[in-house]
């Protein structure tokens, strides 16, 4: 059973940097994009930032040129190098990964339980 593991959270001042971490424990017969998401208290989860196998990225618009998301695919890990943090980044992160388990299975995502991020004034 595939799963991602995420880690890295905690409690940061304003101003500081955090850095997560998303490692998928089981097996994947193919590995496609993996995400960064993050739901805030009452608000929906959005995207915070994306990776394809190839390397190319994308970022919510909030957090562009503030954070850094980066795979290691030997290791099937997922990193977001956040700085510069703000009471708005506050929220649980989520890493995302899409893929396939098998060949004949079709491709899914798959959801860590989340990590929260407590960021202070």
């Known amino acids: 059973q595939v799963q991602p593991v995420e880690s890295g959270g905690g409690l940061v001042q304003a101003g500081g940097s955090l850095r997560l971490s998303c490692s998928i424990s089981g097996s994947m017969f193919r590995l496609d994009s993996m995400s960064w998401f993050r739901q805030a208290p009452g608000k929906q989860r959005e995207l915070v930032a994306a990776i394809t196998t190839g390397g190319s990225t994308n970022y919510a618009d909030s957090v562009k040129a503030r954070f850094t998301i980066s795979r290691d695919n030997t290791k099937n890990t997922m990193y977001l190098q956040m700085n510069s943090l703000t009471p708005e980044d506050t929220g649980v992160y989520y890493c995302?990964?899409?893929?396939?388990?098998?060949?004949?299975?079709?491709?899914?995502?798959?959801w860590g339980q989340g990590t929260q991020v407590t960021v202070s004034s």
């Open positions: 995302n990964v899409r893929g396939k388990e098998g060949f004949g299975y079709s491709p899914r995502d798959y």
